[in-house]
């Protein structure tokens, strides 16, 4: 697989599973309180729960992504800033869901709702900042040597499955 080959870690791999599973456990719990469901409460929390273990290990590759990167990497300092609002995020996470097993009263839709809702916040926005690390910074990101405009982009597939298409090769350096 050639696209795997050019990661420089595993953490993007992972990323997205917390951002899923946060803004799903937050519909169903949605849905749970608007349809008064069982079914939904019970998908939410179990949801929830995957969430949990997802942000853990993406917690983890994320720390030994950073851990590849040196001192005077462009970005080095906003990285730990990434990292600090994603600690938080799936600790906070860890603790509302020993709450919600263990805490009969806590666990309620109405403050599963609650929390969820806060915690997609802080979600949002601390992935943001990861995405802002790639694609303001590069972090992460292999850079190749761009392509001759002559050279197919697609060279395993000269004939790019009979699809023709053309691009404009203009050199520049804005972004469309």
Known sequence: MSGFSHTLNVHPMFVHFPIVLMLL????????????????????VFTFDLLVISAIVTLFTG????????????????VHYHRNLMVIFTVAGAALAILFHSIKS??????????????SGWLVY????????????GIGVKLEVPLEPDEPHHPEKPENNGNVHQHDHHETNEIH
Do not use: C
């Open 63 to 78: 720390y030994r992504a950073a851990d590849s990167l040196g001192h005077e990497t462009p970005g080095h300092d906003f």
């Open 106 to 119: 806590f666990n309620h839709p109405i403050m599963r709702w609650i929390a969820f809702l806060v915690l």
């Open 126 to 137: 601390s992935a943001d900042k990861g995405a802002e690390l790639v694609y303001r910074y």
């Open 25 to 44: 456990a937050l519909l169903l719990q949605t849905l749970a309180f608007w349809r008064e469901s069982d079914f939904f409460n019970k998908a939410a």
